[in-house]
């Protein structure tokens, strides 16, 4: 009787746990005007090669620059499909492990820009941006392209994002297109094509969470011409709560500069506080 009941219990696991993976999920951007998150991105860049080699510690897995930013994000206003966020960057610091040096020079005036700025994105229920304008504390504008990839309210990590078109079960992929434009100058902007894939879903202190795969490339504009780099990296997306709690994502390519080409590694992590 004993082994029954045993066999009885394992056999409802496996019914359970077989009907949770046969869930259906839509995933969609929501809330009400006025909701406010507060998030924490860590922007690590590692870099191989190019001019400062000599200088950098040979510990490659330093990153040449670490900057942290604590960003406020506020949905302004719902119209239709549309919803209109506004993200602040609170606080920051800039960091320079592989070269100490560098971090005491430059640290100040690297972070000056970022400070205060606020970014103002529209986007729709599938979290795909179509309209990005940073503008800085001093009120200054520009178009999305400084405000994605220079780390400011934007952050890279938001044009990487797109949800499925239809409701979907854990193992279910599904591919996209994210394009920001460049700003008012035409200088940068990125478009980014990625396959995204519902690994799971599970519960974490109390909320529903969707754990999402993602692989792709993201093609980048530069003053020495267009960057290509590979996208790999992960995200959980709160289903209740309708937003995006972490991402966290890897960009490794090659940049053109003027004394040459260098190996790079971008590392940024999105977390919500």
């Not at 504009?221 to 992960?234: I, S, V």
């Not at 966290?248 to 500069?257: E, R, V």
């Amino acid at each position: 009787m004993r082994r029954l009941s045993v066999v009885v219990s394992a056999l409802l696991t496996l019914a359970a746990t077989a009907a949770h993976a046969q869930e259906s999920v839509l995933l969609r951007v929501g809330g009400q005007p006025g909701q406010v998150a507060r998030y924490r991105r860590v922007i690590e860049t590692f870099v191989r090669g190019g001019p400062m080699a000599g200088m950098a510690s040979a510990d490659t897995t330093l990153p040449m620059s670490r900057i942290t930013l604590h960003a406020t994000r506020t949905l302004q206003a719902v119209t239709g499909d549309t919803m209109t966020f506004a993200e602040t960057v609170d606080s920051g610091t800039f960091d320079s492990p592989a070269m100490p040096q560098m971090a005491q020079a430059l640290g100040p005036r690297t972070m000056q820009p970022l400070l205060g700025r606020t970014t103002v994105t529209k986007t729709d229920a599938r979290a795909r941006i179509f309209s990005q304008v940073a503008s800085s504390a001093q009120g200054g504008a520009g178009g999305g392209g400084r405000g994605a990839m220079g780390g400011g309210g934007g952050g890279p990590d938001r044009a990487m994002l797109a949800l499925p078109a239809a409701a979907v079960r854990v193992g279910d992929s599904w591919s996209d297109s994210t394009t920001v434009p460049p700003d008012s100058a035409g200088a940068g902007g990125s478009t980014t094509v990625a396959t995204f894939k519902l690994e799971r879903l599970e519960v974490q202190g109390g909320a529903r969470i969707a754990v999402i795969s993602m692989n792709g490339r993201t093609m980048t504009n530069a003053a020495n011409g267009p960057q290509n780099f590979a996208l790999t990296g992960d995200l959980q997306f709160d289903v209740s709560a309708r937003r995006l709690s972490q991402m966290n994502m890897t960009l490794t390519g090659t940049a053109s500069t003027p004394q040459g080409d260098v190996s790079l590694k971008v590392h940024i992590t999105n977390q919500l506080m």
